[in-house]
């Protein structure tokens, strides 16, 4: 068994970002950034879903920092953004750390391809009325994500809908019981109500590694923010063109949340439904999701370098 919290090699390790920073969101709470690649190019800023990290999106941080500006945060609580006070567990306070990011690493003027990964997408959605996030935010990728009903809908136990199995999802993925070490038997756990079936091994232990080292009482916090979510007059906000990825062997949010929000959004640009995938998308699928945000950022995105602009 291995108590890592990441992988240390292979497509899935993250990789050394050129410089961090920590930004100071609106209540005081400290979040750890890490920037990666040119910062003159094209940014894109990724935030990262319920019990993970920045170590998340390593996949799409090596693909996209050759010719974009990436720029990671931890949420708070998560990886080495410290824990905050019970009531700082919100949505609101999500949308201002992601305002505070944005704040912290985009030029006047520069604006970026905002992506976000389950709670990372709620993170967006909640910020989407923001005045500070529309002049920042030139396209958005929602990923595995969704807006309300969380629970109601989670297929985590393989029961009929209703107030038992709510009842119940609620109960197990709310739990204050601590993961504990990755073993076999955590790892088929988590592939299963995570994962699509056909993960591969490398896949699984890396997202195993990540979710675990996240904290009992972060991830039992935030249960409770998303148990409770209604984003939904918040989608009609995200005004900015947003693509929209799904698997549909998500258990967690399954795809009829992405399909609607592709139904809900303003301005929906695309959906995706990745065959056979789970919830971690990003690591599940890193090339599909990866090309969604390399064509987000040609589409919408001023390729021109500082550099170029003064010769």
Not at 48 to 53: A, E, K, R
Not at 75 to 88: E, I, K, L, T, Y
Request: charged share 20%; net charge positive; aromatic share 2%.
């Amino acid at each position: 068994m291995s108590r890592l919290t990441r992988v240390v090699s292979g497509p899935y390790a993250p990789p050394v970002a050129r410089r961090e920073l920590v930004a100071v969101s609106a209540d005081g709470a400290r979040l750890h950034v890490e920037v990666h690649g040119d910062e003159d190019a094209p940014a894109v800023v990724l935030a990262h879903g319920w019990t993970c990290s920045t170590a998340f999106w390593a996949a799409q941080t090596r693909a996209l920092a050759a010719t974009h500006r990436v720029i990671a945060y931890d949420q708070r609580g998560h990886g080495r953004s410290p824990a905050v006070r019970a009531a700082g567990h919100s949505t609101t306070a999500l949308a201002d750390d992601l305002v505070a990011v944005l704040e912290a690493t985009l030029a006047p003027g520069q604006r970026a391809v905002v992506a976000g990964h389950s709670m990372g997408g709620m993170t967006i959605m909640a910020a989407a009325g923001r005045p500070e996030f529309a002049e920042r935010a030139a396209a958005v990728l929602l990923c595995s994500t969704g807006s309300s009903r969380l629970v109601a809908e989670a297929l985590v136990l393989p029961v009929r809908a209703g107030r038992v199995r709510t009842r119940v999802t609620g109960a197990v993925l709310g739990s204050r019981a601590p993961l504990g070490p990755v073993t076999p038997v955590a790892r088929k756990v988590l592939k299963y109500a995570t994962m699509g079936p056909g993960s591969a091994p490398d896949k699984v232990e890396a997202c195993a590694r990540i979710v675990h080292a996240c904290p009992t009482g972060v991830r039992h916090a935030w249960s409770q923010v998303l148990a409770g979510l209604d984003l939904d007059a918040d989608v009609a906000r995200l005004t900015v063109p947003t693509a929209v990825i799904g698997g549909t062997a998500d258990r967690l949010t399954p795809i009829v949340h992405a399909r609607g929000l592709a139904a809900a959004l303003p301005n929906c640009v695309g959906l995706t439904e990745l065959t056979g995938m789970g919830h971690m998308t990003p690591v599940e699928a890193p090339e599909a999701v990866t090309g969604v945000l390399r064509e987000l950022a040609d589409l919408y995105l001023d390729t021109t370098t500082a550099k170029e602009k003064t010769t």
